[in-house]
């Protein structure tokens, strides 16, 4: 039953869709489903994490727990060999993190999805594909399973943006879909090379009769494998390839003088064909986080996104590229993290300028929020090329910390909007007298953003900066100019505060059917767990870190025993 719990929480919400789809529900009824199984993912979620076990397993760099694995297909192409794929799902303490992050996440948008009228059968069962595939990224532990969720999730948020978005939906979604069609293309040719590339140790075994069935797999037998494979003594006919990403990581499973061998003997462009997969990887999952400069779909798609669009799309599609980065390329090719830490520590204080210096000129307080996300999400690519301990395990706090704080961002560009349908800046003064709730309301969110002591923010961005620093690859300077872009952060959000609601009311637009209520029952259901969650991690961090810790450790013993570097002695 375990090993089913992450496949409920995958296609539960995709059953739903099917049934709010071709079922005769009422609005009422269909939002209400969609509310159910929101809750019903996080109960689970909850259990997961509860129950969540990080003793060393048979799945490779790591511990994975709540392990499900089913053949998928397997067939043989002549000279070629096999290829083999496997519904193969399990997740680590990084996954449960991304996965206990959308859930959240989900339950929030749903909420802020109760005004939806319009095609409400529609809306409510793309939205549940969405979910479906969201979790499907953060569970699959085969590369191609987690491509096509990567890919299906375009579907759901391209309709979603396009049909019930603002004026200028229809570009904002093509943009969109251009943009992570294209990155998408990029992965494609990666996993196809990797596929190629890899054998399925078991499976391989099991052609060439060492053993009979994967239960007799042991140690011994995978020793013997990979002599044979590295001596040549395993015809082409008989290797069984694999999408399996476990295995893809191994630098022992992967066949000699094949496109992506570690020795580098293949050459493209003056470079080793694995650092131009690293290179096509990394743009892939780059256009998804986003780091500039291919950041530009973003800005246009969060302003006409619906609000709970919006709460997904920097609460948990923006990890989902994160995330990807480091499962599928830097745990793939280390070498191509170490050769380019510079470059990716560049692009990342590049992303954290950049995004700030936009957000301090923007006018439209969802285009500032977006803006935002750019900035400090640079502070992820920061500590991942920093290659530390401290900077990695930063980054993935990072992703946690701005999912829930931009969540909370996007719900108070919502709330203004849904009643004044205007979201210029300039437009509003003293807010505060109509709006005290909503006002506190943005300033615990504001400040949370900006990293303030006591919210997650604070210690997601100290320790990026701590791993920067001690990082063996990347230059103290870059540490100094993320340190100072902070005071960015705080003029953006206070100067917006001061704009809008400080002073004596007015609103240019004000007209008799102008109403500015505060906050209601709903809405303070909306953001009160996001503050309680965002406040719980910035003073006991150590809830994340002891769920993260030993996925960061591993990663790093990963990076060592492939031999490609002796990281130990470097971090230390």
Not at 181 to 187: E, K, M, T
Not at 559 to 564: E, K
Request: aromatic content about 14%; proline content about 4%; some cysteine.
């Amino acid at each position: 039953m375990n090993g089913a719990l992450l496949s409920i929480l995958i296609f539960l919400p995709i059953l739903a869709s099917a049934i709010v789809a071709f079922s005769p529900l009422s609005q009422k009824l269909t939002k209400y489903i969609t509310l159910l199984v929101a809750g019903v993912q996080l109960l689970i979620a909850m259990g997961l994490y509860l129950n969540f076990s990080q003793t060393a397993g048979e799945y490779g760099m790591t511990s994975f727990s709540y392990v499900e694995k089913v053949k998928w297909f397997e067939f043989s192409l002549a000279n070629y060999g096999k290829i083999s794929a496997d519904y193969f799902v399990g997740i680590d303490g990084l996954g449960l993190s991304m996965v206990l992050l959308s859930v959240l996440v989900m339950v929030i948008a749903t909420i802020s999805s109760w005004n939806i009228t319009d095609r409400y059968k529609g809306y409510f069962a793309l939205f549940l594909l969405l979910n479906g595939a969201i979790i499907g990224c953060f569970v699959a532990l085969d590369f191609l399973l987690f491509y096509l969720f990567f890919e299906f999730m375009l579907l759901p948020m391209y309709f979603l943006i396009g049909l019930w978005g603002g004026p200028r939906r229809e570009y904002a979604s093509i943009k969109f879909f251009l943009y992570t069609l294209f990155g998408s293309i990029l992965i494609l040719i990666v996993l196809i090379a990797l596929n190629i590339s890899t054998i399925d140790p078991v499976k391989t075994a099991i052609e060439v009769d060492l053993i009979e069935t994967a239960d007799q797999y042991s140690e011994k037998v995978e020793t013997q494998v990979h002599k044979m494979l590295n001596f040549g003594k395993i015809s082409s006919t008989m290797h069984v390839h694999t999408f399996n990403l476990i295995y893809m990581t191994d630098p022992a499973n992967l066949i000699p003088g094949s496109i992506l061998d570690t020795e580098g003997t293949r050459m493209l462009l003056g470079l080793p064909l694995r650092l131009v997969a690293f290179l096509l990887i990394f743009i892939g999952f780059a256009i998804k986080i986003p780091v500039v400069p291919f950041h530009t779909w973003l800005p246009d798609a969060h302003v006409e996104a619906p609000t709970p669009i919006s709460v997904i799309l920097a609460g948990v599609l923006l990890k989902v590229g994160a995330y990807g980065l480091i499962r599928a390329g830097i745990f793939i090719f280390p070498d191509g993290l170490i050769h380019f830490s510079w470059w990716l520590g560049l692009l990342g204080v590049i992303s954290i300028i950049y995004g700030a210096m936009n957000a301090l000129a923007s006018n439209d307080l969802k285009k500032l929020i977006a803006y935002s996300s750019v900035s400090h999400m640079g502070f992820v690519l920061l500590g991942i090329s920093a290659l530390s301990s401290e900077g990695f395990g930063g980054a993935i706090y990072q992703m946690v910390s701005h999912g829930v704080i931009a969540a909370g961002l996007f719900l108070i560009a919502g709330v203004l909007s849904d009643r004044t349908h205007d979201r210029l800046i300039e437009n509003y003064s003293g807010l505060a007298q109509k709006m005290p709730k909503y006002t506190v309301m943005v300033v615990i969110f504001f400040f949370a953003s900006m990293g303030l002591p006591g919210f997650s923010g604070f210690i997601a961005e100290i320790f990026v900066l701590i791993g920067s620093f001690i990082s063996p690859l990347l230059p103290g300077w870059m540490m100094i100019v993320a340190s100072i872009v902070l005071v960015l952060s705080a003029a953006y959000y206070l100067w917006t505060i001061q704009r809008m609601f400080y002073g004596p009311f007015y609103y240019r637009l004000s007209d008799d059917r102008t109403i500015f209520t505060d906050l209601t029952k709903r809405e303070h259901l909306m953001f009160w767990p996001l503050v309680v969650i965002a406040l719980l991690l910035g003073i006991f961090p150590h809830f994340l870190f002891d769920l993260i810790n030993e996925s960061v450790s591993q990663g790093i013993d990963l990076l060592s025993a492939q031999g490609l570097v002796n990281l130990k002695s470097i971090i230390k």
